[in-house]
Nanobody, 120 residues
Framework: QVQLVESGGGLVQAGDSLRLSCAAS????????MTWFRQAPGMERQFVAT????????QYANSVKGRFTISRDNAKNSVYLQMNGLKPEDAAVYYC?????????????WGQGTQVTVSS
């Protein structure tokens, strides 16, 4: 089992920055990939960014590329999402999720989410 806890959300103005954190605990040695998703009201959940736990390889949604940066601190078992140049359309509940070795593309573990609100 892996437990995930997000933090760092809040209310900001357009153009501001926020840094989200996701702390993992439990069987963290089984984590292969950590991914940030987001979901706005009435919208489907959307991929934001992903990072491979061992290599640090990253991928981003086109909508956030160049503005958001995903990173990890293996010693702290944490993943971060630095969000710069926030836009109103970035407002959503942000979730981190973990995919473990042997279950590529399947996210068995999710955090509770953290709200990001962007005012124009």
């Amino acid at each position: 089992q892996v437990q995930l806890v997000e933090s760092g959300g809040g209310l900001v103005q357009a153009g501001d920055s926020l840094r989200l954190s996701c702390a993992a605990s439990g069987r963290t040695s089984t984590i292969d990939v950590m991914t940030w998703f987001r979901q706005a009201p009435g919208m489907e959940r959307q991929f934001v960014a992903t990072i491979f736990w061992s290599t640090g390889y990253t991928q981003y949604a086109n909508s956030v590329k160049g503005r958001f940066t995903i990173s990890r601190d293996n010693a702290k078992n944490s993943v971060y999402l630095q969000m710069n140049g926030l836009k109103p359309e970035d407002a959503a509940v942000y979730y981190c999720a973990a995919s473990i070795f042997g279950r590529a593309g399947i996210y068995d573990y999710w955090g509770q989410g953290t709200q990001v609100t962007v005012s124009s």
